[in-house]
């Protein structure tokens, strides 16, 4: 007898009309799973019966997308539809290529490569994107004192509270986008997959209400700690990125993954910030010279 996907991936006719014999055998196997969404594949994705499946479609490659084995972990790379080999700006993939994605994701605060994060350096890391010292200090003592002990080398907690870069992956928590594995590689799939469940309009990335139905749909039962860390993620991830249209752009939140935007951001604050001391001196000069 003929499998599933032998009779079910035979073209991409749904209904009872203008169906081969071999699709009536199909629907004589499965039902009407063949006739599902997505049209033409051995599978469903979505079925009426239960809403949820619908209203929240799953990343489905095409035929010529440059992704290719999207459901496959990414040890060095971050890799999406529209960037198929991560972010090569900079060399930045080429130079990180002895790094997971998730201890590159954290590599900016190491900003001595000694592969340990001291709370100072979270705290500087946080200024340099022209945070203020309530929000730098705050967001320090969430980072630090939670993800410190979870990346201990021993039993026994660090006192000083460092992050260190070698067990990153040991702060992978639930309730997340699920895009990092236990290991600290990335999959493209679950990336794709929740901007395509969470990104109304097709806007090419997500909104305030987006964020928001994302963090409810991707909540695990009595998971109190993911739930507040991702929620926690996305806020500074909005912060930072303080789009002027309210949407977080998919590219960009691609880079917050591999860590690749940190230190652009900080860049780009301190650009702004020489371009407004210099401002500011021309201004008193010609006041100066006024008076």
Request: aromatic share 14%.
């Amino acid at each position: 007898m003929p499998s599933y996907a032998q009779v079910a991936a035979i073209n991409g006719t749904s209904g009872h009309e203008g169906r081969s014999e071999k699709m009536e055998h199909g629907y004589d196997l499965v039902g009407k799973a063949i006739d599902q969404y997505p049209p033409g594949k051995p599978y469903s994705t979505s079925i009426v019966e239960v809403p949820i499946t619908c209203e929240r479609k799953p990343y489905i490659p095409q035929e010529h997308d440059a992704l290719i084995d999207a459901g496959t972990a990414r040890a060095t790379i971050a890799p999406s539809k529209e960037s198929p080999n991560g972010t090569t700006e900079g060399d930045w993939a080429k130079n990180h290529s002895h790094q997971t994605v998730v201890q590159q994701h954290a590599a900016y605060w190491d900003s001595d490569n000694d592969g340990i994060i001291w709370p100072q350096d979270t705290y500087r890391g946080c200024r340099n994107w022209g945070w203020n010292p309530v929000l730098a200090g705050l967001a320090t003592f969430i980072i630090n004192v939670n993800l410190s002990y979870p990346t201990c080398p021993g039993f026994m907690p660090d006192p000083f509270f460092r992050i260190y870069l070698a067990r990153m992956h040991k702060d992978k928590h639930g309730s997340d986008s699920m895009s990092f594995d236990n290991e600290g590689r990335f999959i493209p799939s679950r990336f794709e997959d929740f901007f395509a469940k969470y990104d109304r309009g097709n806007k090419g990335g997500l909104d305030v209400w987006d964020l928001l139905r994302a963090h409810k749909g991707q909540r695990m039962a009595f998971d109190f700690f993911g739930w507040s860390a991702s929620f926690l993620e996305w806020l500074a991830t909005y912060l930072l990125l303080w789009p002027e249209d309210g949407v977080l752009r998919k590219e960009d939140v691609r880079r917050v993954f591999d860590g690749s935007i940190f230190q652009w951001k900080a860049d780009e604050h301190l650009a702004k910030k020489r371009r407004s001391q210099y401002q500011r001196q021309r201004n008193g000069g010609l006041q100066s010279r006024l008076f």
